[in-house]
C-alpha cells in the first residue's frame, strides 16, 4: 500500500490570496519543497521568475530569457509541489495545442473535484511562455505584475511540461484550473505556459487525494488581508480592464 503522506499530497506554501494581495517576499527556503515532492512549480522571492521542479530539481526561468539553478535558500511566497507517481502514462501521436491536452486529461480524470498532477515530455513546434519580473517595494498591484510579465516565443522545442489542475472549491487558496510551466530538455528555456502546440509527446497524470498548506512564521504572510474580499475576482477584473 503507497504511504499517501508522501504519493498522494499536493502541498502548497502560502495561498494564491496572498499572492493577490502582494505579499512578494520570500516565506520558506526551496529546500524545504524539496521535502514535499519532485515535481512541481512557483516563484521565488519577489516574484523574481517562474518555479519549475522536474525530478527532484528546482529550476528558475527569468525575465531575462534564461533559466538559472537557484540558490536553495532563496524563499518562495507561493509554490505548488507533490511527489509524481503517475497512475495514468499515454502517447500523443497527433498535435495537439493547450486546449485539447486540458480536455483530454479532463476526459481521463473524470472527477472535476480532485487535484491532478500533470507532466508531458514532449516536442513543440510552438510554446509560448511568460516569466515574472523580480519586484521592489512598495510592491505594484499582482495584475500590473502578471500584466508586464516578459514573453518569449519558442520554436521547435523538445521539453517538459509540469504542473496541476486544482479544483474549483481552491478558489482563493490556489489557482483553478490548470497551472503549467515548461522547461526545455537542455534547461536553457522555460516558464510559464501561455500556449503551445505540440507535435508529439507523452502525458503522465497522477491523483492527489489530500491538500496540505503550509503557512510558515505562524501565518505572518496572511496578516492583514481582507478575506471577506474577493481577490481573485478583483484580479482578474483588474486584469482585464474592467471596473
Same mark, same amino acid.
Given at each position: 500500500?503507497?504511504?499517501q503522506r508522501t504519493t498522494d499530497t499536493v502541498t502548497q506554501?502560502?495561498?494564491? @490570496?496572498? =499572492?493577490?494581495?502582494?505579499?512578494? /517576499?520570500? &516565506?520558506?527556503? &526551496?529546500?524545504?519543497?524539496?521535502?514535499?515532492?519532485?515535481?512541481?512549480?512557483?516563484?521565488?522571492?519577489?516574484?523574481?521568475?517562474?518555479?519549475?521542479?522536474?525530478?527532484?530539481?528546482?529550476?528558475?526561468? #527569468?525575465? /531575462?530569457?534564461?533559466?538559472?539553478?537557484? +540558490?536553495?535558500?532563496?524563499?518562495?511566497?507561493?509554490?505548488?509541489? &507533490?511527489?509524481?507517481?503517475?497512475?495514468?502514462?499515454?502517447?500523443?501521436?497527433?498535435?495537439? +495545442? =493547450?486546449?485539447?491536452?486540458?480536455?483530454?486529461?479532463?476526459? #481521463?480524470?473524470? @472527477?472535476?473535484?480532485?487535484?491532478?498532477?500533470?507532466?508531458? @515530455?514532449?516536442?513543440?513546434?510552438?510554446?509560448?511562455?511568460?516569466?515574472?519580473?523580480? $519586484?521592489? #517595494?512598495p510592491y505594484p498591484p499582482t495584475a500590473d505584475v502578471v500584466?508586464? &510579465?516578459? $514573453?518569449?516565443?519558442?520554436?521547435?522545442?523538445?521539453?517538459?511540461?509540469?504542473?496541476?489542475?486544482?479544483?474549483?472549491?481552491?478558489?482563493?487558496? @490556489?489557482?483553478?484550473?490548470?497551472?503549467?510551466?515548461?522547461?526545455? +530538455?537542455? #534547461?536553457?528555456?522555460?516558464?510559464?505556459?501561455?500556449?503551445?502546440?505540440?507535435?508529439?509527446?507523452?502525458?503522465?497524470?497522477?491523483?492527489?487525494g489530500n491538500h496540505l498548506v503550509i503557512v510558515p512564521e !505562524?501565518?505572518?504572510? =496572511?496578516?492583514?488581508?481582507?478575506?471577506?474580499? /474577493?481577490?481573485?475576482? !478583483?484580479?482578474?477584473?483588474?486584469?482585464?480592464?474592467?471596473?
Amino acid at each position: 500500500m503507497k504511504d499517501q503522506r508522501t504519493t498522494d499530497t499536493v502541498t502548497q506554501v502560502s495561498i494564491l @490570496n496572498a =499572492l493577490l494581495a502582494s505579499r512578494f /517576499d520570500g &516565506c520558506l527556503p &526551496c529546500r524545504k519543497l524539496l521535502e514535499y515532492g519532485d515535481l512541481g512549480i512557483g516563484t521565488f522571492d519577489r516574484m523574481e521568475g517562474e518555479m519549475i521542479m522536474v525530478d527532484g530539481s528546482i529550476y528558475q526561468a #527569468k525575465a /531575462d530569457g534564461r533559466v538559472y539553478t537557484p +540558490d536553495l535558500d532563496n524563499r518562495t511566497p507561493f509554490a505548488t509541489v &507533490c511527489h509524481f507517481h503517475p497512475e495514468q502514462t499515454w502517447a500523443l501521436g497527433e498535435p495537439v +495545442d =493547450l486546449p485539447a491536452l486540458e480536455k483530454v486529461i479532463d476526459e #481521463k480524470v473524470g @472527477n472535476p473535484n480532485v487535484f491532478c498532477a500533470v507532466r508531458v @515530455n514532449g516536442f513543440f513546434s510552438r510554446m509560448r511562455t511568460h516569466a515574472l519580473q523580480m $519586484q521592489s #517595494k512598495p510592491y505594484p498591484p499582482t495584475a500590473d505584475v502578471v500584466r508586464a &510579465c516578459v $514573453q518569449f516565443e519558442l520554436k521547435d522545442v523538445s521539453g517538459t511540461i509540469v504542473g496541476f489542475r486544482c479544483p474549483p472549491y481552491v478558489k482563493g487558496i @490556489n489557482d483553478t484550473g490548470y497551472h503549467l510551466h515548461f522547461l526545455s +530538455d537542455d #534547461k536553457t528555456l522555460g516558464g510559464h505556459i501561455r500556449e503551445f502546440v505540440m507535435d508529439r509527446g507523452t502525458c503522465a497524470i497522477s491523483i492527489c487525494g489530500n491538500h496540505l498548506v503550509i503557512v510558515p512564521e !505562524e501565518g505572518a504572510a =496572511l496578516a492583514g488581508i481582507d478575506m471577506s474580499r /474577493d481577490l481573485v475576482d !478583483e484580479f482578474h477584473h483588474a486584469l482585464s480592464g474592467e471596473r
